[in-house]
């Protein structure tokens, strides 16, 4: 029996297993106070030694996937998955979703916006492509453009390469799985107190508490409030509070019951960037002006937006997850989940072309003025109401043995969107530097007509099999269907193309919609050289259906169109995992490539548009994670892509033929250790090549943005049992860089600055 330590008080378990160990003992240790001789025939005996291990948790390294799809440890998976656990992510200070996805090389938020328009919230490209639509939390689908706090949540679960076989419709390259906090068998309380750059306030507090250990249920609450700055930007605003509500039953047995509540609450304030004038790469927009490419840089936390600008957001997310156990080799889970989310925001951006960027007089920047006429809202609310099932079976088959694997999906969902009026006008902003205070005339927002509404309805049934032959072959294949229908109305203006017979202005009704059934599969072999490793191989699909996103188009160059089949995504990979140190570390090595066709295109000669566009991508990635040495705990990844436009246009602005905001190289890596003083050190340190810019008709703005480091640093200390400080530092040398850069190349996101954080980690 191992039992592992615990950083808080014992469990109800422990407790009983102790009790049982000195029960043991008592005897042995009463007949040897007595001194009396043994028996001969006891003396003739030799006592069996009573060995209790003890295994201390590795906060860094997991061993499995949260899904139930995965039933192997991930030693012996084959594929590229990255486990980020909430030690890891608590250490760094990390508090969104976008920032604990640092920890994973190549993956981020590089990507702004278009056409004025603002991106919000995590915005992921992942290996070449937009994986913002294949974000789940605890395997259910969780869409909207908001940035989702990491607070209850235990681990992440990131999965590079397809995965149609494991989640229906997705990215080509990959999905992001978080896997939330649950009540369980534990007396515990932690909770922390931040204060930082920025203006900086939060806290957490997250208690667990067992209500009747002998039937196995428990009760957990974790709660958050927020009302922050942001260290790069003036008046930006990071402002939320919320509540997450755990109660179990039957933890002890073969029936487990689990109910989640999850409320959050935001009222921000947008960022939309700031203009590239004067960057490395920009040019005067106007060639009557070539003095405006010498202009100087403009301040990066110059706020070029409004006071009047908000992003409110309201989700609720209830969740059922029922568990039971037939036998040893039958168990079944069925998760029911109903969530929705209410955002509704009003940002200001802009686009900095000759007719925005006025300059009275040249030779006085100060009288230059950026005219806002980019007011962009959203007012969109996300349901989803999905019932999923799922059976895990052990048997054999001669010298086979098997796991099999097998689920039914049903799943609704629906997006609602509206447009506005009245949203005012605001007088040109100062280029150097901003006014957000200056006055908006006519701000009245009310609906002007336009409006959407999708809903999808999908049913999918999928069965892996993971086959073991003896112990060094592991064999896994799986297959799954997805009948999916998507019912598209929506009000929209006309245009001088849209409709010639109608006025350029007028609201009409487009009805659109689009039925089908996606296949996808997956096959691996791996080969196991020692209990502690594997080298495998994989081949595995993934497609992306026309309203994949919730919206449909009747544009004729739009993928999103119904008249246009999924874009077909597939994926090869070879890797090897290696468990080294008595399994405290994992390291990996992986070579892919993914290939997407059916992308859209139009033909030079009939001008007219076809699915034959084909995009590639492959690279290799690294990767090492775990407990090194005894208090050193390093979790560092590289990866290399190569991407290409294999048939179609070049999609960058330079007319390099490689894939917009992907980095050609990536590093992340993150390393502390504990001293024996108590004090614990960290740091680490980020690296993202340069990046290229979409294709876009504007003129002078830079192409790419340049590559950067960002090193941080963090220190902590147990100022007494119950309370740890922990200082964190953020990029030590101030480095200034661009995070994100939208396509037209307007306008960017500065990286943070060299910032700090003060956190009192408090536990019972």
């Known amino acids: 029996m191992a039992i592992k330590s615990r950083k808080h008080a014992q469990t109800h378990f422990n407790q009983h297993i102790h009790t049982a160990i000195a029960a043991m003992l008592l005897p042995v240790a009463a007949h040897a106070a007595d001194g009396a001789p043994a028996a001969p025939d006891q003396q003739s005996r030799t006592m069996h030694e009573v060995v209790v291990n003890g295994a201390a948790e590795n906060e860094f390294k997991a061993e499995k996937a949260s899904s139930p799809k995965y039933t192997e440890e991930l030693v012996n998976t084959a594929q590229t998955i990255t486990v980020i656990k909430k030690e890891l992510i608590q250490q760094q200070g990390a508090v969104t979703l976008t920032e604990a996805l640092r920890n994973t090389p190549g993956v981020g938020t590089f990507f702004l916006g278009e056409n004025g328009n603002t991106t919000t919230g995590d915005s992921i490209y992942m290996r070449g492509f937009d994986s913002s639509s294949s974000i789940y939390v605890d395997g ?3 869409i909207g453009s908001i940035s989702r706090d990491v607070f209850n949540i ?47 306030k939060r806290a957490t507090a997250d208690l667990n508490q067992a209500i009747d250990a002998a039937k196995g249920s428990a009760f957990r609450l974790n709660v958050l409030a927020q009302d922050s700055g942001n260290p790069a930007r003036d008046v930006v605003k990071n402002k939320r ?55 100087k840089p403009v301040d990066p936390q110059g706020f070029y937006g409004s006071d009047t600008d908000f992003d409110k957001v309201k989700a609720d ?16 889970q069925n998760t029911t989940r109903y969530g929705k989310t209410d955002q509704n925001y009003l940002l200001t951006a802009f686009m900095g072309n000759t007719a925005n960027l006025l300059t009275p007089d040249p030779a006085n920047p100060n009288t230059w003025t950026l005219a806002r006429t980019t007011r962009t809202v959203k007012d969109q609310q996300n349901k989803i109401l999905t019932n999923q ?31 506005y009026t009245g949203l005012g ?58 009948r999916f229908k998507v019912d598209y109305d929506s009000m929209v ?38 209990p502690d490793s594997s080298v495998y191989a994989l081949v595995a699909t993934s497609k992306q259906p026309p309203g994949t996103n919730l919206v449909l188009s009747g544009s004729a160059n739009n993928a999103s169109n119904p008249k246009f089949v999924p874009q077909d995504s597939t994926t090869a990979e070879i890797g ?13 090595v992986a070579a892919y490539r993914t290939t997407v066709k059916n992308e859209v295109e139009q033909d030079p000669v009939d001008l007219q548009y076809y699915q034959t566009g084909r995009k590639r991508v492959q690279g290799i990635e690294l990767g090492v994670t775990g407990q090194v040495a005894r208090n050193w705990l390093v979790s560092a990844g590289y990866t290399r892509m190569d991407t290409e436009v294999e048939s179609g246009k070049v999609v960058t602005a330079s007319g390099i033929n490689n894939l917009s905001y992907t980095p050609k190289q990536a590093f992340t890596g993150w390393t502390a250790y504990t001293l024996p003083n108590g004090i614990k050190l960290g740091g680490g340190a980020r690296f993202v090549d340069e990046l290229l810019r979409g294709t876009d008709s504007a003129i002078g703005t830079p192409k790419f943005v340049d590559s950067y480091w960002v090193v941080d640093a963090m220190a902590a200390y147990n100022v007494s049992k119950n309370v740890e400080l922990q200082l964190n530092v953020y990029n030590l040398s101030d480095e200034r860089y661009i995070a994100a850069i939208n396509k037209s190349g307007y306008r960017y996101t500065p990286g943070a600055p060299r910032s700090a954080s003060l956190t009192a980690n408090i536990r019972f």
Request: no cysteine.
């Open 154 to 200: 235990e681990q992440i679960d990131v999965l590079k390469g397809p995965a149609g076989t494991d989640n229906g419709r997705a990215s080509p390259t990959g999905s992001v799985n978080l896997v939330t906090k649950q009540a369980s068998l534990e007396n515990a309380f932690t909770g922390s107190v931040t204060v930082g750059s920025g203006s900086q």
């Open 140 to 142: 259910v689908r969780d």
């Open 576 to 588: 090897t995992k290696w468990d080294f140190l008595k399994k405290k570390v994992t390291v990996s």
């Open 389 to 419: 099932s799922v059976v895990t079976a052990d048997f054999g088959t001669g010298a086979i043995s098997h796991t099999l694997v097998a689920g039914l999906e049903l799943t609704a969902e629906e997006q609602r969107n509206v447009g």
């Open 493 to 530: 203006l006309t245009t001088a193309t849209s409709h010639p017979t109608r006025p350029v202005g007028t609201l009409v009704p487009l009805d659109l919609g689009v039925s089908d059934t996606l296949v996808n599969g997956k096959l691996s072999a791996l080969y196991k050289p020692t």
């Open 241 to 295: 509070w919320a509540v997450a509500p755990s109660l179990t039953f039957g933890l002890n047995g073969p029936t487990r019951a689990y109910f989640n509540l999850l409320h959050v609450d935001q009222d921000n304030v947008p960022d939309g960037g700031v203009p590239t004038v004067g960057l490395p790469g920009y040019s005067s927009p106007d060639p009557k002006r070539p003095f405006i490419t010498a202009a």
């Open 425 to 482: 006008t605001l007088l040109p902003a100062p280029l150097y530097p901003p006014n957000p205070s200056l006055p908006v005339t006519g701000l009245n927002p009310r609906p002007n007509g336009v409006a959407s509404k999708a809903q999808v309805d999908t049913q999918s049934l999928y069965v892996f099999d993971t086959l073991r032959l003896g112990d060094k072959w592991i064999i896994n294949a799986g297959v799954r269907a997805d």
């Open 317 to 332: 997310m209830f969740t059922v997850r029922l568990e039971h156990d037939f036998s040893k080799t039958l168990r079944v």
